[in-house]
T-cell receptor, first 115, second 113 residues
């Protein structure tokens, strides 16, 4: 069974600094998708960034980028120029191709931004 | 389009009572998902629909839980004979046929007393 592991329950970063959140996953599939979702306090979950496993190039979205290491089954999220609004729970998630629609989530990392 | 809508936002019920939650997905999204999230944990998959067909149910979904999506639009999740362990946030999400990410609602927080 596929699993997603986030080994950092909480992290803190100074405003304007860079922080990296770690995620590893376990799968025997070659075709899959990886996501980072953000869940601010008392607000809904929103997609931050996604990565298709067949793409070697790491995905970027403005201040958010990933380091996708397929052989190591590692998918970390880097947040540059951290802002107070980045404070939230961040969930790493996995989805096996397009035919299997179940998205599996890690337990999350709570990110604190220090002013 | 206002996104995925869930009702109610909060529900407090006594143990043993039945509760029903509603989810309205984004228009024309074929796939609809239910997840459960407890404090400090990631969302756990419960079930999902493609149009009106329920395609997969998690082992977490005991026989006290039932979900429907009668016309392929909104969905309901019913919990019968609620237990304290059912206290959680219940999240609904939807996605279009061809996309890979899911769009989430704000959730229904259930408290069983």
């Amino acid at each position: 069974a596929q699993t997603v592991t986030q080994s950092q329950p909480e992290m803190s970063v100074q405003e304007a600094e860079t922080v990296t959140l770690s995620c590893t996953y376990d799968t025997s599939e070659s075709d899959y998708y990886l996501f980072w979702y953000k869940q601010p306090p008392s607000r809904q979950m929103i997609l931050v960034i996604r990565q298709e496993a067949y793409k070697q190039q790491n995905a970027t979205e403005n201040r958010f980028s990933v380091n996708f290491q397929k052989a190591a089954k590692s998918f970390s999220l880097k947040i540059s120029d951290s802002q107070l609004g980045d404070a939230a729970m961040y969930f790493c998630a996995y989805r096996r191709g397009l035919l299997d629609d179940k998205i599996i989530f890690g337990k999350g990392t709570r990110l604190h931004i220090l002013p | 389009d206002t996104g995925v809508s869930q009702d109610p936002r909060h529900k407090i019920t006594k143990r043993g009572q039945n509760v029903t939650f509603r989810c309205d997905p984004i228009s024309e999204h074929n796939r609809l998902y239910w997840y459960r999230q407890t404090l400090g944990q990631g969302p756990e998959f419960l079930t999902y629909f493609q149009n009106e067909a329920q395609l997969e149910k998690s082992r977490l979904l005991s026989d006290r839980f039932s979900a429907e999506r009668p016309k392929g639009s909104f969905s309901t999740l019913e919990i019968q004979r609620t237990e304290q362990g059912d206290s959680a946030m219940y999240l609904c999400a939807s996605s279009p046929q061809i996309h890979t990410e899911a769009f989430f609602g704000q959730g229904t927080r259930l408290t069983v007393v």
